[in-house]
């Protein structure tokens, strides 16, 4: 049983203390938060024990850590996880500076240590199959990728404001699932945003709307779309183009009853948020991490894979931010 | 070119009529019907001359005759049409008693002329390609079938007093359906029945909501449902069950727009009745009978479907009113 | 907490006691099986003690027993629970003769204690929002219900003979949907069988493909095929007709993952069987179960729920051995 | 009834021919086609006569002309027949140069006479129905507009030499579809492309797979993409997100067939090209066409349409061939 420290125990920091709980492959031992209340409270519930984020990194008796955290501390934490010996799962961004998370992943490398990053959509089941597909060549050579993503509103002004951007707070996921799908690094970006939903986004400097093009060296293409407002639910599809035919992963819907009268068939809305949409690729993320360590290979996302997301979202900000396709070589 | 006669201007013979005048197979000549005004109308509006039905049956120059006219004439034109040397299309029934068909079928073997029976589903390209489909063998030996059928809104109560009750208005179509789908005659017919959409239709001696179950000697189950009420438009589907899988043919939507809001995905209702979901259909069947006309071949459903179809309304109408299956050989 | 004892370890006992365990409104705290070592593996699997299945009935501790055991132990099972004190859960059917379980019933009525059946598929998500939006009146007057449930495989021959037959094995689930979606007692029951599928079962005196019509004394008509055969995975369908529209509750595919080549668009398979369709149903109907026994509620599906399904699947078999309907009340 | 003349009998100049034909608002007078056997065959079946493209032009009788012929003998057409005082419709483009169209356009302003360029697809039914949706304020405000666009296979080597490039050939047809669903004109054109289907179509300089966004002055967002090969059929679909929901207008299916297996549920491929999946678009067309002649009410799209469309497909193969966005005022 593979001994798991939990630093951080809001939102997401509960979700994988919970599947950790429920994994049947490791214990969680010990929770940090910096709210010692939602610290405790968690740990109860887990049969864990609250600690500080310092004693849970420097317990010998704990293999893993988990960092849900805020954003700012990632990679200070992952480096002194590392240090401590540790495995890490971080959850994504390591940090909004590409300098920052590239300097974090030497001191990585140096340890020797795994280090995994939260890019969960790779493990909703929906999307693993899409992409076992096309590694089964079932729609031959990809020749195009298109990522539609859509919160169902917009979060709170002051979030934005150090949010590092819809690029990096919320088209980074799809980076990496357009990265995930191209087979080939990206090598082109143009990027479009516009205030749409909230002015409230817009004053504080960021974009609510926007679309990327992506074009790798061979000439793949890969477009992207968000928007921070779907009245439907969480609007999370994609489908990708090869030479053979076509495969999509298409939403989730809240359930497959349909009522139909004069006004046409209403099917139900698909699945609200992240946390019931992914909740599966939550737990499949999770096991794979702790599979890796258990069979001390290295696991999947990376936090190289980590850093070339970031630098896509940088390059993406920038094209929205001057109008002009960024060039990049990851 | 075949030269066509047209007995019956109502709606039914409209749409044959212009099948006949875009089918680049035939041409029609003469068009016949008890009201003189709809009669030189049609006949106007295709090329066609207004004839008496005396004419157009005796009438040299006519190789085959459409029957559209109220069902209660149609076997006595069937006869004179065929012992003036005509290829006869009828539509169906060709009598709602089916000692009437027998011998109107007799007729019609010693003049040794071709009879068609209009069951037009058979030709709906949908409905043709799922039977294509299971012929082909791709679901097997088939083991069950299942036909929904459902009208938009119930008949004039008028029309139901003299329609030979549901089973033989309805759900004859269904029947006919039942036994091009199964592959093997029904032996066993259970039908059950209710009032429930339109008291008129009770107080008629009708009912307007059945269900009937039917069994072959092999034991292949068909069920089918009829209604008289269907808000979402002409509901016309069917599945077939067979040892390697299943078949289906759903409906036809009104159009592929699909509107997502708050409530869900709206798409739209399906056809709303025949004249649209079945366009396609009658020209398909006329087709048939022209090109096996021009060939010399024995169209299909022959009038010996027609009977059959008629013994099984007859059968499901005995089994509603008595409580009790009713076994028969075809 | 409710304090659980777990009569059964087999593949349903284990899924209500891990969702026992993982409830958070009750602890599992003994379980019995006949197979020692079954009973030990589960028990230290769930942190719960083996013991045997006097011992759990008579544990004083223990509030609620749910009964996993082989059908012909239940009701003698259920009615030393309910003379103990427990509240009782126990898997469908309470028995295979009606007699014995209006017997077994009359046992529980006299002790005035909780006895709830498992028809999980009331519980199953997709069902029970389908029903809501019946009784909200989104589709007016129920006026047919048409009920598909296929298993994607035939069960062993040797289960087959010791079952009850396919009415009371397999469909008596949908004669409780199909009361469940009525909103009316069944009067009358036509069935019809075939063994298509595997001779063996023919052999046993089974059949192993069937349809079933009911109806109700107002005249509503419900109507259900079974098979035990689905190349598609677990076919779980149902929709209902009303009188203002229509409420289908479809089945759940594997994935959402559809893939289009010069041959069509291919869609997942359904969910495989009922260990994965209805998951959350279980989870749903334990839940329910545990809840009514905190609130001192009536839990529902009770034991008269149980009976009629049961009176239902004796009719239908009888249906089927005759060839004639049956009338029954209620 | 209109009087109508027909230039150009090549597969396009069927359609229109037949449509006119077919109308019930127009007679179709004369046919002309460099290919004298070409035009007598269609002008024999249609039962006009074959003429010379002049005596068309010139004949008095004649009311409207409808110019099918190859794209560079559409703008001198175009002048001849206005000046002869005809109505006009002329298929896409009006010529492969801005410059072209804009004198051409200026010789149409001062004859007086209407010009109507054939963009088909805004007469398509479903995507028709989807901007009435979007017009009655189903979606709210427009916010973001994703057309797919795909040809089931690549054109010959030789045709794409001189169709203008793909942005102008087959694109156009989208960037038109983006100005009529966006509402407001963009300001901005991204475009990249790729060589990915046939080297052939590299070698004579032009891509065969592409992407463009567009931004309009308020900050919408429009995305196409093209390829010129789609397995599955002819792939033509839009999806348009607005402040309220999102409208889509989906494929139309060969059938309704669908196939279940132990695969999957395979369903049939969608229409194989735009003779299919086109069809009531141009009969709604023309029907649109002759409608605005007999009123005397400008017929839509206008040749300024035609014109902003080849703007936008002008700066589409500027941005594909620089690398850089862009901008203009239509």
């Known amino acids: 049983m593979i001994r798991v420290g939990l630093l951080g125990a809001g939102r997401i920091g509960q979700i994988h203390g919970r599947n950790v709980a429920a994994s049947g492959k490791a214990r969680l031992v010990a929770v940090a938060d910096a ?16 600690a500080s984020v310092e004693a849970v990194i420097l317990d010998r008796d704990i293999d893993a850590v988990l960092i ?47 280090l995994m990053i939260g890019f969960n959509r790779r493990f909703d089941p929906n999307f693993a199959e899409a992409r076992r597909r096309i590694a089964a060549g079932g729609i031959g050579a990809v020749e195009l990728v298109s990522i539609i993503s859509r919160d169902p509103s917009p979060p709170a002004a002051s979030y934005v404001a150090r949010s590092g951007g819809l690029f ?27 205030c749409l939903v909230d002015p409230g986004i817009g004053a504080a400097g960021d974009v609510d709307t926007a679309a990327v093009l992506l074009k790798t060296a061979s000439g793949r293409i890969a477009q992207i779309t968000n928007s921070r407002r ?23 819907p809240t359930s497959t009853v349909e009522v139909a009268t004069g006004q046409g068939f209403l099917a139900d809305p698909v699945l609200p948020f992240f946390l019931e949409r992914y909740a599966a690729a939550y737990r499949a993320e999770l096991d794979h991490f702790l599979s890796s360590v258990a069979a001390g290979t290295p696991p999947s996302p990376s936090g190289e894979d980590g850093l070339k997301a970031q630098l896509l979202a940088d390059a993406a900000t920038h094209s929205q931010q001057t109008g002009q396709p960024v060039r990049l070589t990851l």
């Not at 709210?35 to 609250?50: M, Q």
């Open 168 to 194: 990096r707070d919320m088209m980074i996921h799809d980076l990496d699932m357009a990265r995930f799908l191209l087979g080939e690094e990206p090598v082109e970006v143009h990027a479009v945003g516009s």
């Open 230 to 252: 779907a009245s439907y639910g969480y609007d999370q599809r994609f489908e990708v183009h090869g030479s053979l035919g076509m495969v999509r992963a298409q939403n989730v």
């Open 35 to 50: 709210l010692p209340d939602a610290c405790l409270s968690l740990a109860t519930d887990l049969g864990a024990r609250a």
């Open 68 to 114: 849900c955290t805020p954003t700012d501390t990632h990679a200070d934490l992952i480096e002194a996880a590392v240090k401590a010996g540790k495995a890490v799962f971080c959850e994504k961004p390591v940090d909004l500076s590409s300098d920052r998370i590239k300097a974090c992943l030497a001191v990585v490398a140096k340890a020797g240590l795994p």
